[in-house]
């Protein structure tokens, strides 16, 4: 059985006090849940911050990007020993806007994703398809180069430690959510897909769902037999509803 993760991905939003506001009345709701790993992404600059504030509690923190190097002259950047130093155990890689509008491809995803491990760190490997490539047809071609590509050169031992966001590029912040068939079907086609390279351990890794997740959709969402957690955004960023998000009603 694989336990749910539910994410919260902060995005560019929240300074220092209105992230530690929000972490405060998160452990304070959250402290009983022991069935679902709970992890927010805040900005880097409330990372640390967070991390103390959460040290000790079932509420894990993510860094929402990384560069794969150790150190060196990369201004700018941040390696993923700097997020383990700041608290961090996860670290969202390849997510659609960093593909967007930061350059990312499937090459530095794969870069990132052996730094983050390397570093002991669980990534969370964003995959998904734009709206364009849904209309012609295209979901499952392009979801599976990007899995094949990212997780290239993996040992199944590796991809047992990381977690895959399926997250349509047309659902993310619009409001527009994949329904619970058209997830589950191409959530089906990436355990598929990562079978084929990783055998049996295929089964141990978890495939968020995310896109405009809200209250009232996780429920059927995580019905799903193949949706395993969610990925959100904008509904991570009030305590109240990202609470109804992690307290999903689990009809699986
Ligand atoms: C995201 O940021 O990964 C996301 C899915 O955003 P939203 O929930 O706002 O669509």
């Given at each position: 059985m694989r336990k749910p993760i539910i994410a919260g991905n902060w995005k560019m939003y929240k300074n220092l006090g209105e992230a530690i506001e929000l972490v405060r009345q998160l452990k304070e709701n959250l402290a009983?849940?022991?069935s679902v790993e709970i992890v927010v992404s805040p900005p880097f600059t409330a990372l640390a911050a967070v991390a103390a504030e959460l040290s000790g509690t079932n509420i894990s923190v993510a860094g929402q990007n990384m560069y794969w190097?150790?150190?060196?002259?990369?201004?700018g950047e941040v390696s993923p020993l700097m997020l383990k130093d700041a608290g961090c155990t996860h670290v969202i890689i390849g997510h659609s806007e960093r593909r967007q509008f930061?350059?990312?491809?499937d090459t530095t995803v794969n870069k990132k994703l052996k730094a983050a491990l390397k570093a002991g760190l669980t990534p969370i490997v964003c995959v998904g398809e734009t709206l364009e490539e849904r209309e012609f047809g295209g979901t499952m071609k392009v979801v599976e180069k990007q899995i094949r590509e990212g997780l290239e050169g993996l040992a199944p031992q590796e991809m047992e430690k990381i977690v895959i966001a399926y997250e349509p590029v047309w659902a993310i912040g619009t409001g527009k959510t994949a329904t619970p068939q058209q997830a589950e079907e191409v959530h089906e086609a990436i355990g598929t897909i990562i079978a084929q390279t990783?055998?049996?351990?295929?089964?141990?890794i978890r495939i968020l769902y995310g896109g405009s997740v809200k209250p009232d959709n996780i429920d059927v969402l995580m019905s799903q037999p193949n949706i395993d957690g969610a990925l959100v955004g904008g509904a991570s960023l009030q305590a109240e509803s990202f609470i109804r998000i992690v307290r999903f009603k689990n009809s699986k």
């Open positions: 009983d849940v022991v190097e150790e150190a060196g002259a990369f201004t930061f350059g990312e491809t990783a055998g049996g351990v295929a089964r141990n």
